[in-house]
């Protein structure tokens, strides 16, 4: 049957969304921004979108979220089928016929409903958690005993600890979790958890979640969005039924709220959580709370809220260094099922430090080239496949122009740069090359250490930041560096 443009961008509204909700930002704008509804009939629907490469990757990869958006927009049971736009153009107005002589499609047949998303998922395609029908009644969890889930608790079944990759900048976060998991409201009380975006906070509140749950199935657990709370409490005043909605608020054992900054401005809905926290605590029950900001640093919050935040453990997820990049850039992969060679690892740790999520795209965008074009998965397919999202350097100095740089400034050979001495009058000249390398140009470590005498990348993150160190506090080593840069046209 043919469909109207209206309805047709109704329901691709709908599907839209509901997609977002199971994966990235990133993920959706990688791989599904292009879809399109191309015909519908009564079991059947077709979608496009714009390539082979986007309707492989959908096909192997996000057949089991598509399945699920699909039965989450329309009532009756469809299947689907995906045909990619540049192959041929598709039948957009007659009725859709399966195994008619159309464009190549790949039809994907329905699963039987209890089939596990996430087997042929990727980690980081998002599986929201079915919700449980009501609260506080039982659902089976944790070998058929009772375990109590408000519905608004939408967990996340790979944000458990297991798969968290702990480092220098979330230990301590980390840590107080899993404590909190253990022993609710004894240590930590609140536990606030800070840092900025796609540091992993709803990761680490979610974890919580699920280990209580799988050790403690009984507990009855609160997780959901500041957004929803600050939205059932409006809805509680509209219908007059706030009593109602502390009840169901101040008889938990567990309230995590994520991305609680968001109730800043909200000025009757922070005099509600106030109270709704003293019950809570007071009745020995354990708050957690994520934000972008420390407590005293959210903007409009009340004192009175700012204090309490502060009782328990403030812990904040800071920026993850190379190492822990490079370590979930190689657990992501091995989840995908890739062994990624480590210069491949190293390249994207080292091009993407904005965060993890970042880093959950790039890995997937490179292997996913490499799948899909059968190409080996190296560095230069890595650059390749990363060539839009990789910053270039300002300006396009070349190694060369640094040693040059440096041997005039310091009275050293090349050569000496590239043995293997290490008198003070050679290192520290090697390792300023080395930091003026990795600040300036889009070298890999791999290959700034290569090219001064085969040294690895670990050598050059020393040595980057022992001349940061030396920087801030050796005048003379100071002036060096800064001579290099306007060398270089600094
Ligand atoms: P935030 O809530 O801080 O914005 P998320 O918890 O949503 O960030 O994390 C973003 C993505 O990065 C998620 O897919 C999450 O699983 C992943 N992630 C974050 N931190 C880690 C980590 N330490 N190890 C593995 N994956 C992580
Ligand atoms: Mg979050």
């Known amino acids: 049957m043919p469909i109207s443009n209206d309805q047709h961008i109704s329901l691709l509204e709908k599907i839209d969304c509901h997609i977002q909700e199971f994966v990235s930002p990133q993920q959706y704008r990688t791989w599904f921004q292009t879809l399109k509804i191309v015909d519908l009939a009564d079991d059947k629907i077709l979608l496009s979108v714009s390539n082979d490469f986007l309707r492989e990757w959908i096909c192997h990869y996000y057949v089991d979220v598509l399945q699920k958006v699909i039965d989450n927009v329309f009532d009756n049971s469809l299947e689907f089928s995906i045909v990619s736009e540049s192959a041929s153009s598709a039948p957009r107005s007659s009725h859709y016929v399966p195994g008619d002589d159309g464009p190549p499609t790949a039809t994907v047949k329905r699963k039987p409903t209890e089939s596990t998303v996430g087997e042929t998922t990727p980690p980081s395609a998002l599986e929201p958690v079915s919700k449980k029908e009501t609260f506080p009644t039982h659902s089976e969890a944790g070998g058929g005993s009772r375990s109590y889930v408000s519905p608004d608790t939408n967990l996340n079944s790979k944000y458990v600890f297991d798969q968290f990759i702990v480092g220098r900048s979330n230990e301590l976060a980390y840590a107080a979790s899993l404590a909190v998991a253990d022993a609710p409201a004894r240590s930590y009380n609140p536990l606030f958890i800070h840092g900025s975006v796609g540091l992993g906070k709803t990761h680490l509140l979610q974890a919580i979640c699920h280990r209580r749950l799988q050790t403690h199935p009984n507990t009855k657990i609160l997780y959901l969005s500041c957004e929803t709370f600050i939205n059932q409490f409006i809805s509680a005043i509209e219908k007059g039924n706030i009593h109602h909605f502390r009840n169901k608020y101040r ?7 994520d991305d609680i900054y968001l109730i800043a401005n909200k000025e009757r809905t922070q005099e509600e959580f106030f109270h709704t926290f003293n019950s809570l605590y007071n009745a020995g029950k354990q708050i957690v709370l994520s934000s972008d900001s420390p407590p005293s640093e959210i903007p409009t919050l009340e004192d009175r809220l700012v204090s309490r935040f502060k009782w328990g453990l403030v812990g904040q997820i800071d920026s993850p260094n190379f190492e822990t990049r490079f370590s979930i850039l190689r657990a992501k992969a091995r989840a995908m099922g890739h062994e990624v ?43 390749m496949a990363m060539r839009d999202v990789i910053k270039k350097p300002k300006a396009y100095i070349t190694i060369d122009d640094i040693v040059r740089a440096v041997t005039k400034k310091c009275n050293v050979k090349l050569s000496d740069l590239q043995s293997k001495k290490r008198n003070h009058s050679i290192t520290l000249p090697r390792q300023i090359c080395m930091y003026v390398a990795k600040k300036k140009t889009a070298l890999s470590l791999q290959e700034i250490g290569g090219f001064f005498g085969g040294r690895d990348h670990t050598t050059v993150i020393y040595a980057h930041d022992k001349i940061e160190k030396e920087i801030s506090k050796n005048e003379s080593v100071a002036e060096i560096v800064n001579d290099i840069f306007s060398q270089l046209g600094d």
């Open 341 to 383: 060679p480590e210069d491949v690892l190293s390249f994207l740790a080292e091009n993407v430090d904005t965060n993890i999520r970042e880093l959950e795209g790039a890995i997937t965008k490179v292997i996913g080239f490499s799948v899909l074009t059968k190409a080996p998965l190296d560095c230069s397919l890595a650059k």
């Open 251 to 257: 008889h938990i054992d567990i309230l995590l709220i």
